[in-house]
């Protein structure tokens, strides 16, 4: 937490002090600066004073104004100063939301704190959009360069990229070259990837696309893929759901797991009860789907062929690939001991 060598509620006070009645209550109640820290809309603060939210606005705007070219105002430069100062340590351009956060959890100082940001000169707003949050920046043209890297790293991601947080951080850096290597530390570049509503990490630190459900998980199939991923083999449902509820600590009933193991295109029943992903070069379908499947890629194969190429696609016995090539309406052998569909 980020020690400030003033009280924000105090200098929040004494900058309203001298503000006409009116215009300061609008303010107090616009900004929740009073002992009621709840922010009311323009239109609520209308109803109070029987006026139209536009006329509220205008009392807003003048108030401000008549702030900014107070002497007060002027006597608290150093205050501006050293909040300015804070901004620039935490990378420049931070998100509201982190930048209190790193002040204060209580709702007067942080309401203090953003009106400071508002009144003040130094401090640039950009409203949240569809790529970043809301954010406060004290330098426009780094803040900018910030944001179009950020971009650039979310075009270079496809939808089912799932990346490694150093490795993320590799790319970042890559589109932030010409940055100030004071800028380039670790702490920063993850504040400055917390600006992205597009680029986000899921439960086990990784990256990728926000509306990726390998990013943002939602149910039990999006848990059991992050497991079985993680697992790097292939798994039985059993264990996944157990995982699931170690690793997440979510609720995952066996049936259930397999229920949807079964439902999604991104699993593969390679053995009994295991599961492998799609992902990972296995196909659909049970022993003798694969048998065929192979026999129209690669023609006539030995039993020996067959068997070492099912067994990459199945963990089953090689009595059971010998049992499905008995199968006479499916497949026929060769007069030189080769198997081929019938």
């Known amino acids: 937490?980020?020690?400030?060598?003033?009280?924000?509620k105090e200098i929040v006070k004494k900058i309203l002090s001298e503000l006409p009645e009116r215009s300061r209550d609008v303010l107090v109640k616009r900004y929740g600066l009073g002992k009621e820290t709840?922010?009311?809309?323009?239109?609520?603060?209308?109803?109070?004073?029987?006026?139209?939210?536009?006329?509220?606005?205008?009392?807003?705007?003048?108030?401000?104004?008549?702030?900014?070219?107070?002497?007060?105002?002027?006597d608290k430069e150093p205050v501006f100063e050293e909040l300015k100062g804070v901004i620039d340590d935490l990378g420049v351009i931070i998100s509201e939301e982190e930048l209190l956060d790193n002040i204060s959890k209580a709702d007067g100082v942080r309401n203090a704190i953003h009106f400071l940001l508002v009144v003040g000169?130094?401090?640039?707003?950009?409203?949240?959009?569809?790529?970043?949050?809301?954010?406060w920046s004290v330098d426009k043209d780094l803040a900018l360069t910030v944001?179009?890297?950020?971009?650039?790293?979310?075009?270079?991601?496809?939808?089912?990229?799932?990346?490694?947080?150093?490795?993320?951080?590799k790319n970042?850096?890559?589109?932030?070259?010409?940055?100030?290597?004071?800028?380039?530390?670790?702490?920063?570049?993850?504040?400055?990837?917390?600006?992205s509503k597009?680029?986000?990490?899921?439960?086990?630190?990784?990256?990728?696309?926000?509306?990726s459900p390998n990013i943002n998980?939602?149910?039990?199939?999006?848990?059991?893929?992050?497991?079985?991923?993680?697992?790097?083999?292939?798994?039985?449902?059993?264990?996944?759901?157990?995982?699931?509820?170690?690793?997440?600590?979510?609720?995952?009933?066996?049936?259930?797991?397999?229920?949807?193991?079964?439902k999604d295109s991104r699993f593969v029943l390679v053995g009994r009860g295991l599961y492998a992903l799609t992902d990972w070069g296995y196909s659909n379908g049970v022993v003798r789907d694969?048998?065929?499947?192979?026999?129209?890629?690669?023609?006539?194969?030995?039993?020996?062929e067959i068997i070492e190429k099912v067994l990459k696609e199945r963990h089953v016995k090689e009595n059971t690939v010998l049992v499905n090539l008995q199968n006479s309406k499916l497949f026929q052998k060769t007069p030189d001991n080769k198997y081929t569909l019938a």
């Open 290 to 304: 694969v048998i065929k499947e192979l026999l129209v890629k690669e023609g006539p194969l030995t039993r020996e």
């Open 217 to 262: 998980v939602k149910g039990i199939r999006d848990y059991a893929f992050l497991v079985i991923r993680r697992h790097g083999s292939p798994i039985h449902f059993r264990e996944v759901a157990e995982e699931i509820q170690k690793l997440f600590n979510k609720k995952a009933h066996v049936a259930t797991t397999h229920n949807e193991l079964i």
């Open 147 to 169: 944001e179009e890297s950020i971009k650039k790293l979310y075009e270079n991601l496809n939808h089912e990229d799932i990346i490694s947080e150093p490795e993320l951080i």
């Open 121 to 135: 000169d130094f401090f640039l707003k950009h409203k949240e959009d569809e790529h970043f949050t809301h954010r």
């Open 38 to 74: 709840a922010k009311m809309t323009l239109e609520a603060i209308g109803k109070e004073y029987s006026i139209t939210r536009e006329r509220v606005r205008q009392i807003e705007e003048h108030g401000l104004n008549l702030i900014r070219k107070s002497e007060v105002y002027k």
């Open 1 to 8: 937490m980020i020690k400030l060598s003033f009280k924000p």
């Open 172 to 195: 970042f850096l890559f589109e932030l070259k010409d940055v100030s290597e004071k800028y380039k530390n670790e702490e920063i570049i993850k504040r400055w990837l917390k600006l």
């Open 198 to 211: 597009k680029i986000s990490s899921n439960p086990l630190g990784e990256w990728g696309k926000s509306e």
